[in-house]
């Protein structure tokens, strides 16, 4: 199936359709990688991207609470709103001036850190690849991450759910997905993908700009307002005369900077696909606007992430589930891959129900 998805969708370079292109995974747990024990209080780096999404909001304070609880010294640092890429090179590389033991790294660009990466492997560092990988290069050890390539599974599958519940179809859809610099957008792009293209190739889904490539979905710098203009564009170009029923998008909120988009143009809402979880779309999903999100709880990655550090830190090897899948160009990275839970209005209560931010906009 991945593979008929790769023929099918074009994709913006060798490395990711190698990322996207695994046909199998061990889901069983394995171990791999070199251990190398370290002092209980050693420097932690932990670099991590602007903060594009809530996500990325709630894991620098988790790694600050977290690293601290277990004794070490953490140093977490966001890369800037605008040098975005400049900030997090620089960043890297004071960590690894300061001595930091393990850097982990939730890329801004991942395709333009082999430089930094190389110079902390050379000076004994370990680097995690955090949420999102490290391209193109020998120099990152691990990978922690939800599956991406599901996540898009999930997303392609609510749409048809969604559209399904409205009728037969055919059924007139768009397709966003992700900023190009970030690895997780090709990935996210391919699984939906992979369910999308059969119904788009048997008429059940007609994508009515003919916008399938993913150059053309894209949304730089998974800006809301670059998603919304584009919405505008195509309601301009495409859907003066005919209703639009679904949209995937690749997260919230680009899902709700679309919703804002159909509204604003006097349309029905249709069905629009996220992921994160964020507050806001928890809320629109209640409401009845937004149709599904993806709960990628930040808490359960950022303490995997943190265990990998305490088993690197105590000599023991560190825990992977998938050696298989993500492969960035020069290696396959051992990975831990968490599972990621489709939400819609109908399981919301239940898949928030440890969450005390959540839960309760479920009642
Ligand atoms: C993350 C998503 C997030 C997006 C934008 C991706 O790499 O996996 O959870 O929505 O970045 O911040």
């Known amino acids: 199936m991945r593979k008929l998805a790769l023929t099918t969708v074009a994709v913006a370079s060798v ?14 747990p394995a171990s ?28 620098g304070g988790l790694f600050e ?44 660009d991942g395709g333009q850190l082999s430089t930094q990466v190389k110079a902390a492997h050379d000076a004994g560092a370990v680097v ?22 599901k996540v898009g599974e999930l997303q392609g599958q609510a749409l048809l759910d969604g559209l399904a519940a409205k009728g037969k179809g055919p059924h007139n859809i768009e397709l966003f997905s992700g900023s190009s610099d970030d690895a997780n957008s090709a990935v996210f792009f391919n699984g939906a993908m992979s369910v999308l293209q059969p119904k788009i190739d048997d008429g059940t889904l007609v994508v009515g700009s003919g916008q399938t ?44 900077a679309i919703i804002t988009s159909v509204k604003a143009a006097g349309k029905p809402i249709p069905v629009v696909t996220g992921q994160d979880s964020e507050v ?17 709880d930040t808490r359960l990655l950022v303490a995997q992430a943190i265990k990998m550090v305490q088993q690197l830190q105590g000599g023991v090897e560190v825990e992977v589930n998938d050696t298989k899948s993500y492969d960035n160009g020069k290696k396959i990275v051992p990975s831990y891959l968490l599972p990621p839970v489709i939400v819609t209005k109908e399981n919301a209560a239940k898949a928030y129900a440890n969450d005390p931010t959540l839960e309760p906009l479920t009642k």
């Open 280 to 296: 806001e779309s928890v809320k629109s999903i209640m409401a009845g606007e937004q149709y599904s999100t993806i709960n990628k």
């Open 32 to 59: 791999t990688g070199a251990a190398a024990g370290f002092a209980a209080d050693s420097l932690i780096g932990v670099a991590l991207p602007s903060k594009t999404s809530e996500n990325w909001v709630l894991a």
């Open 213 to 256: 490539d993913i150059k053309q979905t894209a949304t730089a710098g998974w800006k809301a307002e670059n998603a919304q203009s584009r919405m505008d564009s195509l309601l301009t170009s495409t859907y003066s005369d005919k209703s639009i029923d679904g949209v995937l998008s690749p997260n919230d909120t680009l899902a709700r």
């Open 65 to 108: 609470s977290g690293l601290e609880k277990a004794g070490f010294k953490g140093d977490v640092q966001y890369a800037g709103a605008s040098t975005i890429v400049k900030d997090q090179q620089d960043q890297i590389s004071a960590m690894v001036t300061n001595g930091a033991k393990v850097i982990i790294v939730g890329a801004a």
């Open 15 to 28: 490395a990711l359709l190698a990322l996207s292109g695994c046909s199998s995974r061990t889901d069983a």
């Open 128 to 149: 995690i690849a955090y949420d999102r990988l490290i391209l193109n290069t020998d120099s990152v050890d691990y990978y922690v991450a939800f599956d991406n390539f």
